[in-house]
């Protein structure tokens, strides 16, 4: 069955400095691999998805991930934060043609002024 | 367009009673999950029905079910509430059966259990 980590709990980050959360799967094959985030009080919104081709994958929100498959990672960046980043991601991956997502158990990210 | 609704927002139950949550897809949309979010974890799946027919079940006890109707809504129950059922219950809705499309998220209904 796959599986995912997310590594860090909790980071911390300064308004207008980068951001890199970490992913990492266990799953046979290439899975496809998703990055959600959820606000307070709100539901999960997808930033970004990865089935196939190009591993440098750009989302909603000015956020990009890359898929690594020697590193079974999938990784979510972004050049520059805004104080309105402040939210909890998480990390999710589905086998092909499945109905389900797993999910990791999330990185909370605090945007410091 | 409106997006996954799901009621009740917010319900406080007592342990060994029963409960009902509610969700509506979007339009258009057959397919419909639940999920368990923990405090402090991340989603956990439930169900998905996709057509009015049960596609998948997670690992939960029996006292847990669903059923969707034919307008495409459903309904999660879950029979003999226990204190670590507490927790928000997220339906999510989908076009198709299978994971190539997104799953659209509801805000999610938050159960505490006394």
């Known amino acids: 069955a796959q599986s995912v980590t997310q590594p860090d709990i909790h980071i911390t980050v300064s308004e207008g400095a980068s951001l890199e959360l970490r992913c990492n799967y266990s799953?046979?094959?290439?899975?496809?691999l998703f990055w959600y985030v959820q606000s307070p009080g709100q539901g999960l919104q997808l930033l970004l998805k990865y089935f196939s081709g190009d591993t440098l994958v750009q989302g909603i929100k000015g956020f990009e991930a890359e898929f690594k498959r020697s590193q079974s990672s999938f990784n979510l960046r972004k050049p520059s934060v805004h104080w309105s980043d402040a939210a909890e991601y998480f990390c999710?991956?589905?086998?092909?043609?499945?109905?389900?997502?797993?999910f990791g158990a999330g990185t909370t990210v605090t945007v410091r002024a | 367009d409106a997006g996954v609704t799901q009621s009740p927002t917010h319900l406080i139950k007592t342990r060994g009673q029963q409960v009902t949550l509610r969700c509506s897809p979007i339009s258009g949309h057959k397919s419909v999950s639940w999920y368990q979010q923990v405090l402090g974890q991340g989603p956990q799946f439930i169900f998905q029905y996709y057509e009015k027919e049960e596609r998948g079940r997670g690992n939960f006890p029996d006292r847990f079910s669903a059923r969707q109707f034919p307008n495409y809504s459903s309904e999660l129950n879950v029979n003999a509430l226990l204190l670590g059922d507490s927790a928000l219950y997220l339906c999510?809705?989908?076009?198709?059966?299978?994971?190539?499309?997104?799953?659209?998220f509801g805000e999610g209904s938050r159960l505490t259990v006394l």
């Open positions: 999710a991956v589905a086998t092909p043609n499945d109905y389900k997502l797993s």
């Open positions: 999510a809705s989908s076009s198709g059966y299978a994971n190539t499309g997104e799953l659209f």
């Open positions: 799953y046979g094959a290439t899975p496809y």
